[in-house]
């Protein structure tokens, strides 16, 4: 939503950026109703009309026209006269016959246990940790996990295949690879779709650990994707392994833990092998990009001592760990960043 500089010359502040962020829970509470009532596929199919969409979507017309056009006001549709269309985000992105669908995230990203997090952020500041006493999103088997794994695995769908790319797995060499927190399973399970001289190693609870199995046999790779289930922290890796996968992981940790599991990480690769890590990764000032900087706040509240880190505390902590460098990729659409580590 366009608002006005509050520090324009000559004009008074305006205080919408205040009011627009105070309300800004009606704006997920809203996108989240949308596709809770396929509100996108509708139009997609081509109802374009209050009429034609309330009918398509079960919704009163005066409910279907209020939503829509706040949805317009948030630039996630498009109006002209009476007639309703898709911006080309949310055609992409918001129509559920397309693979590159990402509704499902509400599931995770909107459900009441993620806001929870954020109740009192007053008290988040004044003690440094989540306000949970259990560890939050790290505590042992949290089945969060399990959501987390159903729903997320479409947005990671476009970074799987960059990595996979990124890292030579097309080349088809004879591969072992070692998924650290799989989730959902996809960054492995895209490295065996490119090589079918790959095997991969999935670690993580037993119940999230069923999705990606499922995930796996539904890509046809189930027979190369073998489950470790347990903690990243105590399970034994075993040695030889070309790649180690750390996708969206080492976040949830402070430096001095996440070294602890990067000593484990460079005894398990093979001599010349990689460590692929994917990261919400600031820029030195802290403020920049938005998403990355914003992550930190995530972490706050959910995590005792997790951060977003730069990329120099990201290779100050590979380096310390035995790794010889690192290079940085950014993933398109842009958000995160791949860090590769030659052991």
């Not at 009532?37 to 079960?58: Q, S």
């Not at 670690?203 to 499922?214: C, F, G, K």
Request: charged residues 20%; contains cysteine; negative net charge.
């Amino acid at each position: 939503m366009k608002t006005m500089s509050s520090s324009q010359p000559g004009t008074m502040p305006s205080p919408a950026p205040i009011l627009e962020t105070l309300n800004a829970y009606q704006r997920s509470a809203c996108l989240k109703g949308a596709i809770d009532l396929d509100l996108f596929t509708a139009i997609a199919e081509g109802n374009r009309t209050v009429e034609a969409i309330a009918k398509r979507i079960g919704g009163t017309e005066r409910g279907t026209r209020i939503l829509c056009d706040y949805l317009t006001v948030t630039e996630i549709l498009e109006k002209s006269d009476s007639n309703y269309s898709l911006t080309p985000m949310a055609a992409m992105f918001l129509d559920r016959r397309l693979p590159s669908y990402l509704g499902t995230t509400a599931m995770f990203l909107s459900q009441i246990h993620s806001r929870h997090f954020f109740d009192d952020v007053a008290e988040l500041v004044r003690r440094g940790r989540n306000l949970e006493g259990d560890g939050g999103t790290v505590s042992p088997d949290n089945p969060i996990w399990i959501d987390f794994a159903r729903s997320m695995a479409p947005m990671m769908a476009m970074p799987a295949q960059f990595i996979a790319g990124t890292l030579g797995a097309p080349h088809g060499d004879k591969w072992k690879v070692l998924d650290l927190a799989a989730g959902h399973g996809l960054f492995g399970i895209a490295i065996a779709q490119h090589n079918p001289n790959a095997e991969i190693w999935a670690l993580d609870s037993p119940l999230v650990l069923d999705v990606a199995q499922e995930n796996a046999a539904a890509r046809g790779v189930a027979g190369r994707f073998h489950r470790m289930p347990g903690d990243a922290f105590s399970v034994d890796f075993g040695t030889g392994y070309d790649v180690v996968l750390l996708t969206n992981f080492l976040h949830h940790f402070d430096p001095p833990t996440c070294e602890t599991l990067l000593t484990r990480v460079h005894a398990a690769l093979k001599p010349g092998g990689r460590a692929a890590t994917l990261e919400f990764v600031p820029n030195p000032d802290r403020i920049s990009p938005p998403i990355p900087a914003e992550f930190s706040m995530v972490m706050l509240a959910t995590t005792p001592s997790g951060d977003a880190y730069t990329f120099a505390e990201l290779e100050r902590m590979f380096s310390n760990t035995g790794f010889t460098r690192s290079e940085p990729h950014v993933v398109p659409p842009g958000a995160q960043t791949l860090i590769v580590s030659h052991a």
